[in-house]
């Protein structure tokens, strides 16, 4: 497909509750209507509750900055998603203590390896979600003696949320900003 499947709609063209529903995401803590966001306002009322969720898992929990990135870039990763990667990986580089080595690794397919013990219990957390549908009780007991329950339940919705973006992202095509080229290999696909 050479172009979007849900193209970026001018103010002009939205109904009112698309108005009303970017104007809530921009003024809110991503600042625009940018990435998987231009293709749900084509549903505003999809759109807005999965906004809501995202920003308390990106901006409502007591989960660290670079824990929270980390576990985007693996579904990211895990689900060849190009967006969500470029978008994400420039997050985690500005805003978190995130390693670049960490990130070439995960970006590469490979096991980051050594890195500090609450990153390596997400890392071990998410792969193991992504894989089985579950942390396992080991993986889940490790969050949970950092972060407690609701860290467990913040950490798996970051997993799923993720994929559900991840999946409208490469559904809706959304292209690069600045025609960037795509930074990761598939995985997944052909």
Known sequence: M????????????MTP?????????????????????????????????????GEHLRFGTELP?????????????????????AAHRRIATATTSLAPEIMDAIAAGRDPGEMP???????????AV?????????????????YGKRGVLDLLALCGYYTMLAMVLNTAQVPLPDGAAPPLEPLRRP
């Not at 870039?73 to 990667?85: H, P, S």
């Not at 013990?117 to 792969?127: E, K, N, S, T």
């Not at 549908?133 to 003696?145: I, M």
């Open 2 to 13: 050479s172009e979007q499947r849900f193209p970026r709609l001018a103010p002009e063209q």
């Open 65 to 85: 900055g670079e824990l929270i990135e980390l576990a985007v870039l693996v579904a990211a990763r895990v689900w060849d998603c190009q967006y969500e990667w």
């Open 117 to 127: 013990g609450h990153l390596r219990d997400a890392y071990v957390f998410c792969m």
């Open 17 to 53: 509750r698309q108005r009303e529903v970017a104007q809530q995401i921009a003024a809110g803590p991503r600042g625009e209507v940018k990435g998987p966001f231009l293709a749900l306002l084509h549903n505003p009322d999809l759109a807005e509750r999965i906004q809501q969720l």
């Open 130 to 146: 992504h894989r089985l549908g579950q942390p396992g009780e080991a993986a889940c007991d490790a969050v949970e003696a950092r």
